[in-house]
């Protein structure tokens, strides 16, 4: 927990008959990690292996903030104050969850890597599908192969190149409908009535931003293992991008946003 007390007289510019901050927050982690492998011997001196698991990862956040004023001399908990200047509570849960195969193919010059992962979460929207996120990776050791013509340059030449998907996820509450606090407004019947402010539209259609990224190059070990030299290109591309944008004054009123696909 963490406290601040401004004593009796002084703050002149905000408050003085004394003022004491209270604030205390629990954040709990969670995370379970399944893995299973299997490998076989294949002909040709190729090797199998098989992986298949699981993740999830859970995260809450729990603060709590009060603040009163009117603090008596002597006094030094929350329970002496005249009045509670604020109070906030903000509470967020958040879990993903995945599974996911990797089976691979290795040999003493040749690897061979492909994957698929299933990923959810519960700031998806609610009529997303479970996303699919594979990837494949290739790596050759081609200074070790007969017919390599550099060898009294290259000790060893590893030739690579790999394709691959991954997701961010939305934030825990993208895909709700926000309201803002009751206010008193103008009717057109005539009076005030009470009235909640909407603030966010939300998006029940949200899925995860996915990222499409194809990576290449080369390791290489050369004069006599005197010098390693490694070159790595990649592009990396985003769908289906999360973005913020405000919505016309005229549909739900001025400051209202949504979060959108891009």
Do not use: C
Not at 111 to 116: A, D, F, Q, Y
């Amino acid at each position: 927990a963490d406290e601040v007390l401004i004593p009796r007289g002084l703050s002149t510019d905000s408050d003085s008959a004394g003022r004491l901050s209270l604030g205390q927050g629990t954040t709990v982690v969670s995370t379970v990690n399944l893995r299973a492998l299997a490998r076989a011997p294949l002909p040709m001196g190729f090797n199998l292996q098989f992986a298949v698991g699981g993740n999830y990862n859970g995260h809450s956040v729990a603060d709590l903030t009060v603040t009163g004023r009117g603090i008596a001399p002597g006094t030094g908990t929350i329970d002496g104050a005249d009045g509670l200047l604020d109070l906030q509570d903000q509470r967020a849960q958040q879990a993903t969850f995945g599974w996911y195969i990797e089976p691979s193919i290795s040999h003493k010059r040749f690897w061979l890597s492909t994957g698929l992962r299933l990923d959810g979460g519960s700031t998806f929207g609610t009529r997303v599908k479970l996303p699919a996120f594979p990837k494949i990776a290739v790596s050759y050791l081609v200074s070790d192969e007969p017919f390599f013509p550099l060898r009294s340059v290259f000790n060893t030449l590893r030739l690579r190149v790999a394709y691959g998907h991954a997701g961010q996820q939305p934030g825990p509450a993208d895909r709700l409908r926000l309201y803002g606090s009751p206010t008193r407004v103008w009717s057109k019947s005539g009076g005030f009535v009470d009235g909640a402010e909407l603030r966010e539209l939300g998006n029940t259609k949200l899925r995860p931003e996915r990222g499409t990224e194809l990576e290449g190059g080369f390791d290489a070990d050369l004069l006599n293992d005197r010098l390693t030299v490694g070159f790595t290109t990649y592009r990396k591309t985003r769908v289906d991008a999360l973005m913020e944008r405000p919505l016309p004054p005229s549909v739900y009123g001025d400051g209202v946003t949504v979060l959108e696909e891009m």
